[in-house]
C-alpha cells in the first residue's frame, strides 16, 4: 500500500495551494477539510448525531451543514467541539482508508488543518509542514476572506504554533515569498521523498 504524507499548516500558510501543485505533479491528494464537509451532508446517522449535539440550526432550511452556526456555536465552547470531533473525525478515518485502497500511487498526501494536533502524523509515514510568518499568513487570509487582522488573529491564537510544529515535522516549506518559489520548494520536497 501507497506511503502517505501528512500534509498542514496553519490558517492561510498555503496548505492548499501546495496541495494543488502536488496534484499537478501527478501525486492524488485526500483533502481531509473537504471530505469532512461532504460526509456530514451525507450521512443520515451524523446528521441525526450532531443535531442532537447542537441543535437542529446544525442543518439549514435545505438540509445542508450550515457550517458557519457551528463553527460560531463551537467556537468558544472546548467541549462541544470535542464532541463534534469525536462524531465527525472516525467517519473522516473510515472515508480515508476507502479512499486509500483505491491509490495506485507509491505516494499519496493527506491535507489534515489538525494533523499534529490530533496526532494524526503518526499513522503517516512522513509529515510535510507549510508554514509562513504570522503576519504573512494573516496579510493572505485578509486578501482572501475579506477578515479582519484581529479575526485572524484569534483564529492563530487557537493554533498550535508554528515553532511547535516545525518542531514536529518531517519536512518543512517555507512559504514567506511568492507563488513560484513555493512551488519549486513542493517540486524539490516531493521528489526527494523517499
Ligand atoms: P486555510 O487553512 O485558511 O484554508 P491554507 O493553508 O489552505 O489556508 P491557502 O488557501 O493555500 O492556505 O493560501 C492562503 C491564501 O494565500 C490564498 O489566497 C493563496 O492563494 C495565497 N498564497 C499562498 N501562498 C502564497 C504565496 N507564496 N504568494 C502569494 N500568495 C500566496
Redesign the pocket.
Known amino acids: 500500500s501507497p506511503k502517505i504524507i501528512g500534509l498542514t499548516?496553519?490558517?492561510?500558510?498555503?496548505?492548499?495551494?501546495?496541495a494543488h501543485f502536488i496534484e499537478e505533479f501527478g501525486f492524488p491528494v485526500y483533502y481531509s477539510d473537504d471530505r469532512a464537509k461532504m460526509i456530514v451532508n451525507e450521512s443520515e446517522d451524523l446528521k441525526i448525531r450532531i443535531k442532537e449535539l447542537l441543535g437542529e440550526e446544525a442543518y439549514d432550511a435545505n438540509g445542508l451543514y450550515d457550517r458557519k452556526f457551528v463553527a460560531e456555536k463551537v467556537f468558544n465552547n472546548k467541549e462541544q467541539l470535542h464532541e463534534l470531533n469525536e462524531i465527525i473525525h472516525p467517519a473522516v478515518k473510515i472515508d480515508f482508508e476507502e479512499w486509500l485502497k483505491i491509490q495506485t500511487k507509491y505516494l499519496v498526501f493527506k491535507e489534515t488543518?489538525l494533523l499534529f494536533e490530533l496526532k494524526l502524523n503518526r499513522q503517516c509515514y512522513k509529515s510535510l509542514l507549510?508554514t509562513a510568518e504570522d503576519n504573512i499568513r494573516a496579510k493572505?487570509?485578509m486578501?482572501?476572506d475579506g477578515k479582519t487582522y484581529r479575526e485572524v488573529e484569534s483564529v492563530m491564537e487557537k493554533q498550535m504554533s508554528e515553532k511547535d510544529k516545525i518542531k514536529l515535522a518531517d519536512c518543512i516549506i517555507h512559504?514567506n515569498?511568492?507563488?513560484e518559489?513555493?512551488k519549486e520548494q513542493t517540486e524539490r520536497i516531493i521528489f526527494s521523498i523517499e
Not at 9 to 18: A, D, E, L, N
Open positions: 499548516g496553519g490558517i492561510g500558510s498555503g496548505k492548499t495551494t501546495v488543518a507549510v493572505r487570509v486578501d482572501r512559504n515569498t511568492n507563488l518559489d513555493l
